[in-house]
């Protein structure tokens, strides 16, 4: 099925820096979610997003729905080692309640 | 938001067999769907569960290989069938919940290995 795509893939950071990941899509979204998944657990939604240029927070996690429709980014800051994960973005199109997973980014974090 | 349980959380099967995993959510819910996850991959839909009535796959996903049950709003189950070691992955159930127009939540998965 289609997917979006997240970039970076992976990552390596180390404890206390920002990190920044994105979700890019030749679609147009009305809907972005982003998640975390840990091993052995359902991805867990973090930030919701509704419309073209919102930005919201949710602690440390800020997301921004793009201008353009098309793309999302997470932005994470001060990580700390619980951060450690599998981060995926979910986009909805108009119509549908069947929402399209991007591909996931890794997240490391070292001490 | 929604809380939902899947049973089991995880299990390991012989070819040929058959397993049902269940989902319960803690309120009625329109929108309850399936989702698989394969090792080291993003999630893919497998079908809208469907109160009342069959569910709705999606494409490279049948009813003989994925039967689904929803006989109401709070439970449904998927069923794997004929199961091969390709089938080995982590199955989620999911809602729509919550008090945005779209959230969309995850049960904490099952987990099957297939032998």
């Known amino acids: 099925g289609q997917q979006l795509n997240q970039s970076p893939q992976s990552m390596f950071i180390q404890e206390g820096e920002d990190v920044s990941m994105n979700c890019t899509s030749s679609s147009i979204f009305n809907t972005w979610l982003w998640y975390k998944q840990d091993p052995g657990e359902g991805p867990v939604l973090l930030i919701a997003?509704?419309?073209?240029?919102e930005l919201t927070s949710n602690g440390r996690l800020t997301a921004q729905f793009g201008i353009t429709r098309k793309d999302s980014f997470l932005n994470i800051s001060a990580s700390i080692p619980s951060d450690v994960g599998i981060y995926f973005c979910a986009g909805l199109t108009s119509g549908t309640y069947k929402y399209i997973f991007g591909t996931g980014t890794r997240l490391k974090v070292l001490a | 938001s929604a809380v939902i349980s899947q049973k089991p959380s995880r299990d390991i099967c012989q070819r040929g067999t058959s397993l049902t995993i269940q989902c319960q959510v803690d309120?009625?819910?329109?929108?309850m769907f399936w989702y698989r996850q394969q090792p080291g991959q993003s999630l893919t839909l497998i079908a809208t569960a469907n109160q009342g009535s069959e569910a709705t796959y999606e494409s490279g996903f049948v009813i003989d290989k994925f039967p689904i049950s929803r006989p109401n709003l709070t439970f449904s189950t998927l069923t794997v069938s004929n199961m091969s070691p390709e089938d080995s992955s982590i199955y989620l159930c999911?809602?729509?919940?919550?008090?945005?127009?779209?959230?969309?939540?995850f049960g904490e998965g099952s987990r099957l290995t297939v032998l």
């Open positions: 999911s809602v729509i919940a919550g008090a945005g127009a779209g959230e969309l939540f």
């Open positions: 997003l509704y419309k073209a240029g």
């Open positions: 309120s009625q819910v329109t929108m």
